[in-house]
């Protein structure tokens, strides 16, 4: 696991179909990004976690 900024990530694998892989990567190019960090932050848009609770909610932004 790593710490980044107080942050501790988890690695996980998962299987993913070749074209939406390609399709990922690019994006990533595109927006000079890493493949984790791009995923992540498409996981991230539609949900935020809340910290106190532990539980999903809908982002009111």
Known sequence: MGDYMGMVKRVFSFRLEEAL?????????????HLSNYVETLLKKPYCVKE???TLSKDKK
């Open 21 to 33: 892989i390609q399709k990922l990567k690019y994006y990533t190019q595109k927006e000079n990004r």
């Open 52 to 54: 106190t609770t532990g």
